[in-house]
């Protein structure tokens, strides 16, 4: 089995050659204030919910509060959802005692709801690392994009592209430990929990 310790490297971010990170974040009011006078700015910062005043939340907290992850796919049954609230401690808790079961070969996509509570975000990621019997068998990193506070405190909706999970008697045989974390470029952690899943032959 890894050691905590080779988790963790694998779950920072990793950067593509010339890429570089956007630096400290500025608050919304601080951007709000930048080139004020320049109306397509302020109309394109008042899109993000850039605007003098509109961030309420304590500065001094996390930027990033996530609050559900969901598998989400076309060939669920109808009313069945696969969606993790990360709020809830026993029910994260219990997933590390009753796997998940996912139908194999089926397309499915992440999708990950999440709330800006102050300053610009941008190089927030999702990370996903996806082991059996101790070995790594999938990464997935995807980038969750550039968001301000919504004005209205509304939740962040973000698709990532689609997946396809794995199929066959070897594929299911046995279960997939995963280790998920949201985290950005200068190494802040928002989210950080574990899962486990089966495949089989059916969605249960």
Known sequence: MASHDNIDDELKPSFAPGYKPAGP????DEYAKLDAEDESLARWKASLGILPGATSADTNGPKVTVLTLEL?????PPGKKLAFNLADAAALAALKKNPVIIKEGIEYNVRITFKVNHS??????????VKRSGMKVDKLEQMLGSYGPNPNGVPYTKNFEPEESPSGMLARSGTYHVRSRVIDDDGEVYADWEWYFKLAKEWE
């Open 25 to 28: 974040a500025k608050s919304a």
């Open 120 to 129: 610009i975000i941008s190089g927030v990621r999702y990370i996903q690392i």
């Open 72 to 76: 989400a796919s076309q060939t669920l």
